[in-house]
T-cell receptor, first 109, second 113 residues
C-alpha cells in the first residue's frame, strides 16, 4: 500500500521551516526519505526503523511515531539547495520498496 | 565503491524497436528495484529482483516488458516493440538486504520517436 504524503507542494523563503508528512494505514517496517532535484536521480537522506525514533543531520531531521504509521521530515532554516521533490518510501512484507507521491519544495531567495 | 550504474543515460528508439536498459548494483547488493518516472510525477514501482529471481513484478505491464538479474552481470529491463507512451525516465535502485537502505542509479531517459 502506497504511503501518502502531505502537502503536495510547499513554497518557502530562505530561512523558513517546513514539515513534510508521510502516513500509512498500516504499520511500516521502516521509512526512507529521499530528495530528487529536477532531472536528477533520487538521493537517499535517511532511514528510520524504530517507533519513536528521531534522526537528523545538519538542518534536516525526521521522526517516526510510536505506532510506525507516520513519519515527518523537518527542514529548518531552509536553504536554496533544499529545493526539490521529497519522497518517502516504505517496504511491504514482500520486500517491495514503494514511494509516496512526492512533495515538491521550492525555496525562494 | 562505485554507486549504482545505469546505462545508457539516454536512449532514443523508433516505435517498434527494442530498448534494453542496464543496471549494475552497488558491490555487495543483491536486491534490485526498477521504477518508471514520467515528467513531474512520482516513482512508479515496476519490478523487484534478487539474483536470478523475480520477486515481485506486479508493477510491470504484462506484455512487452521483461526484467532479469542473472547470476553474473547487470540487471536488464527489456522493452519490446516500444511505443511513444514508453517514453520516461527509468531508475533502478539496489540494496544489500531486504528492507535496507536503497540507492539509486542516475537513470535512463528513454525517448520513443
Amino acid at each position: 500500500q502506497q504511503p501518502v504524503q502531505s502537502p503536495q507542494a510547499v513554497i518557502l523563503r530562505e530561512g523558513e521551516d517546513a514539515v513534510i508528512n508521510c502516513s500509512s494505514s498500516k504499520a511500516l517496517y521502516s521509512v526512507h526519505w529521499y530528495r530528487q532535484k529536477h532531472g536528477e536521480a533520487p538521493v537517499f537522506l535517511m532511514i528510520l526503523l524504530k517507533g519513536g525514533e528521531q534522526k537528523g543531520h545538519d538542518k534536516i531531521s525526521a521522526s517516526f511515531n510510536e505506532k510506525k504509521q507516520q513519519s515527518s521530515l523537518y527542514l529548518t532554516a531552509s536553504q536554496l539547495s533544499y529545493s526539490g521533490t521529497y519522497f518517502c518510501g516504505a517496504y511491504n512484507q514482500g520486500g517491495k520498496l514503494i514511494f509516496g507521491q512526492g512533495t515538491e519544495l521550492s525555496v525562494k531567495p | 565503491n562505485a554507486g549504482v550504474m545505469q546505462n545508457p543515460r539516454h536512449l532514443v528508439r523508433r516505435r517498434g524497436q527494442e530498448a534494453r536498459l542496464r543496471c549494475s548494483p552497488m558491490k555487495g547488493h543483491s536486491h534490485v528495484y526498477w521504477y518508471r518516472q514520467l515528467p513531474e510525477e512520482g516513482l512508479k514501482f515496476m519490478v523487484y529482483l534478487q539474483k536470478e529471481n523475480i520477486i515481485d513484478e506486479s508493477g510491470m505491464p504484462k506484455e512487452r516488458f521483461s526484467a532479469e538479474f542473472p547470476k553474473e552481470g547487470p540487471s536488464i529491463l527489456r522493452i519490446q516493440q516500444v511505443v511513444r507512451g514508453d517514453s520516461a525516465a527509468y531508475f533502478c535502485a539496489s540494496s544489500p538486504y531486504t528492507a535496507d537502505e536503497a540507492f539509486f542509479g542516475q537513470g535512463t531517459r528513454l525517448t520513443v520517436v
